[in-house]
């Protein structure tokens, strides 16, 4: 039926045996064996395929016999009701009302009875009612759902029957046109046929006249094979819509039962089809190509990425929800009982026994109300499990903080412990939350300055663990304290802080050259320019003060690495002021008493205006100096101590 078989595929009938019944697959495969017709028996063919029991199927070829095990097996003399029975289709009636997909279909090939297992003998729809004997599957399933339905109640019935016919879909229901209709697919809802009539039913003989009408529309051809052949595949499909039962909308189903009837695999030089039908041919040969790849692939795929063509045929397609999807599916294999098809009825043999081991899923399509309800409620499993989180997280959180939130109220003489539970339940915008939050920020803010006050000890004694000093820098450390003389002598008592932001130094310039009243607005680092004196280098680097803030760490302050006037010029280039401060001008800063009354007055300005804190390095007491950092001398400016986010004055206390 589908593609050559090479020989190390053929089965043997231990394979068979081994591959056996497989109850668990959802794919349930029949094999129904026709009579010889009566050209054969004119020709005195004979029968080479035999039914010994109703699973197994023997194939007796000259030297060899074969065996194959299936689901269910039919011979020659069975009837179209034992087909109907033997192959449990009141089971997947029964299952398209409960909202599953199923489907039937019919395979093998040309010639085998296909068409007249799908719907009985060719003349069945045209010539009036017939007996219920030769029935076939179609009026047999709408019999039979019409009868369940009738009895449940709330229950519609909606069938649609369309032709694959050089790969284009034909609408069977429809007389007036024939345009092809377009196949679309979507990840949710699979693929569907646009603009296919649906036609409503609650009769099976109103349905049966609509379905003769569609069955004179498909095409068919006469070869050596048949005299009315199928050239493309049938699809008949009932909807079963089952309507809510309760207020809510609960237990709504859409169900559907499939019948398909596939036109017959055909060799040309068996057929002897003719050059118009060779189109038709190898459409209806590829499809069926496509559809053996399909199988294939179902079977051997494993997990969930696994890639099956079913977008390479129309036929695919549509059926991808019945191999591969979610309901029953119940092939039945066709095989002409002749010698001269065994090749093509082993064929079909083999990819039956294949298609048994597809093992789709079983789910039922229930109604869009009912997968509503129940995305919901895994939504609010998820929301539980998310709200527990969250208090597990929460607890733990205010169990790490219980230590830190004990609070002591100032001021009222008696400490009072207050926690954040006694604070109430935290709400973002309650008086509360705002309450626990500022609890939790001073908590922060006392460990920050805990941690500031342990320190300056260690900074201390690491200080005063400092070796020995160098002479070299003995000898600058008595320039600068010669210089801080002259600060805390000189002027007798410093300006008061300028409250506007122009920074006007009482003088950069040095006052022996230059009178107070002659003040040129000048940056204030900008050295003398008769001295080369820089006020600001100068007063940081001597007086141990850094500017915290407003300004970033002074690193080319540590004399251990660097001469003094090198770490001013770096200070200037990383402040943005002058740097064009050149060595041999800065060496010229020592020992110029005059220009030192200057620094006073701009320490003071800064202090005031630019510097919002001026932090002193950690005291280098106990009778050592540090060599970058000579003693702190006495200042007439304010202290702050600045952490981030809260000023504490007075940092002394600290
Ligand atoms: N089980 C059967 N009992 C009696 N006659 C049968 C049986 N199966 C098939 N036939 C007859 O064999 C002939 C071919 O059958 P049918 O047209 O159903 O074959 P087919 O597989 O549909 O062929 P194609 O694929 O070419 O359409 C028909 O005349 C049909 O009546």
């Given at each position: 039926m589908f593609q050559r078989r090479s020989k190390r595929q053929t089965f043997d009938s231990k394979k068979m045996k081994n591959n056996g019944r497989q109850k668990e697959s959802n794919v349930m495969v029949a094999v129904r064996v026709r009579p010889l017709n009566e050209a054969e028996k004119e020709k005195r063919e004979q029968s080479v395929v035999f039914c010994p029991d109703k699973h197994n199927l023997q194939v007796s070829q000259v030297g060899r016999d074969r065996l194959f095990s299936f689901d269910t097996v039919l011979g020659p003399n069975n009837s179209q009701e034992d087909v109907f029975e033997a192959c449990q289709v009141k089971r997947l009636v029964a299952m398209a009302t409960q909202g599953y997909s199923c489907t039937v279909f019919a395979f093998g090939q040309t010639g085998s009875g296909k068409t007249y297992t799908i719907t009985g003998p060719h003349s069945v729809f045209q010539e009036g009612p017939h007996g219920l004997q030769s029935h076939g599957l179609i009026q047999r399933c709408l019999s039979h759902l019409v009868q369940v339905c009738s009895t449940g109640g709330g229950v519609s019935l909606q069938a649609s029957y369309l032709e694959i016919y050089n790969e284009q879909v034909q609408d069977l229901l429809e007389p007036r046109t024939h345009c092809p209709l377009a196949v679309r697919g979507s990840r949710t809802r699979g693929f569907r046929v646009e603009n296919l009539t649906l036609v409503e039913f609650c009769s099976v003989d109103d349905f049966t006249k609509l379905l003769g009408e569609g069955?004179?529309?498909?095409?068919?051809?006469?070869?050596?094979?048949?005299?009315?052949s199928s050239r493309g595949h049938a699809i008949l499909t009932v909807y079963v819509t089952t309507q809510a039962v309760g207020v809510d909308g609960g237990g709504a189903t859409k169900g559907k039962l499939s019948l398909v009837d596939l036109a017959g695999s055909?060799?040309?030089?068996?057929?002897?089809?003719?050059?118009?039908?060779?189109?038709?041919?190898?459409?209806?040969?590829?499809?069926?190509?496509?559809?053996?790849?399909?199988?294939?692939?179902?079977?051997?795929?494993?997990?969930?990425?696994?890639?099956?063509?079913?977008?390479?045929?129309?036929?695919?397609?549509?059926?991808?929800?019945?191999?591969?999807?979610?309901?029953?599916?119940?092939?039945?294999?066709?095989?002409?009982?002749?010698?001269?098809?065994?090749?093509?009825?082993?064929?079909?043999?083999?990819?039956?026994?294949?298609?048994?081991?597809?093992?789709?899923?079983?789910?039922?399509?229930?109604?869009?109300?009912?997968?509503?309800?129940?995305?919901?409620q895994r939504e609010i499993r998820l929301l539980h499990k998310e709200n527990l989180l969250l208090r597990q997280r929460l607890s733990s959180f205010l169990e790490a903080q219980r230590p830190d939130l004990e609070v002591k109220h100032a001021g009222s003489g008696s400490s009072e412990t207050m926690t954040l539970e006694e604070a109430g339940p935290t709400r973002p915008g309650s008086a509360s939350c705002s309450e626990a939050c500022l609890l939790q920020e001073l908590s922060q803010e006392k460990d920050k300055l805990q941690q500031v006050k342990v320190e300056l000890p260690d900074n201390q004694e690491s200080s005063n663990q400092q070796g020995e000093l160098q002479p070299e820098e003995s000898i600058q450390l008595l320039d600068t304290l010669q210089n801080l003389k002259s600060v805390t002598s000189y002027p007798p008592t410093p300006p008061p802080p300028r409250a506007s932001a122009h920074i006007r130094p009482?003088?950069?310039?040095?006052?022996?050259?230059?009178?107070?009243?002659?003040?040129?607005?000048?940056?204030?680092?900008?050295?003398?320019?008769?001295?080369?004196?820089?006020?600001?280098?100068?007063?940081?680097?001597?007086?141990?003060?850094?500017?915290?803030?407003?300004?970033?760490?002074?690193?080319?302050?540590?004399?251990?690495?660097?001469?003094?006037?090198?770490?001013?010029?770096?200070?200037?280039?990383?402040?943005?002021?002058?740097?064009?401060?050149?060595?041999?001008?800065?060496?010229?800063?020592?020992?110029?008493?005059?220009?030192?009354?200057?620094?006073?007055?701009?320490?003071?300005?800064?202090?005031?205006?630019?510097?919002?804190?001026?932090?002193?390095?950690?005291?280098?007491?106990?009778?050592?100096?540090?060599?970058?950092?000579?003693?702190?001398?006495?200042?007439?400016?304010?202290?702050?101590?600045?952490?981030?986010?809260?000023?504490?004055?007075h940092a002394e206390a600290v």
């Open positions: 069955q004179r529309k498909r095409r068919t051809s006469s070869h050596l094979q048949n005299e009315r055909e060799r040309v030089k068996d057929t002897g089809c003719k050059a118009e039908l060779l189109e038709e041919t190898g459409n209806i040969n590829r499809s069926l190509l496509t559809l053996g790849k399909c199988i294939a692939a179902l079977v051997d795929a494993k997990g969930r990425d696994r890639h099956i063509p079913y977008r390479d045929s129309k036929l695919t397609k549509l059926l991808s929800d019945s191999l591969g999807g979610t309901g029953l599916t119940l092939m039945i294999a066709c095989v002409s009982p002749t010698a001269s098809s065994l090749p093509e009825t082993l064929n079909t043999l083999y990819y039956s026994s294949q298609a048994r081991r597809i093992r789709p899923r079983l789910s039922a399509n229930r109604g869009q109300r009912e997968k509503l309800v129940s995305s919901l009482s003088s950069p310039y040095c006052t022996h050259h230059h009178p107070p009243s002659f003040m040129p607005p000048i940056r204030p680092a900008e050295p003398c320019s008769h001295c080369h004196w820089c006020p600001l280098l100068y007063c940081i680097g001597t007086t141990g003060y850094s500017l915290q803030g407003a300004l970033p760490p002074l690193p080319g302050l540590n004399a251990d690495r660097v001469p003094r006037e090198c770490a001013r010029t770096r200070m200037g280039d990383r402040h943005g002021w002058e740097s064009d401060l050149g060595s041999e001008r800065l060496g010229r800063t020592k020992a110029q008493p005059e220009c030192v009354s200057s620094a006073g007055a701009f320490q003071e300005n800064s202090s005031s205006q630019q510097a919002k804190a001026v932090v002193p390095r950690p005291p280098r007491s106990q009778g050592r100096v540090a060599p970058s950092a000579p003693p702190l001398p006495k200042q007439p400016f304010p202290l702050q101590l600045v952490v981030p986010g809260k000023t504490v004055e």
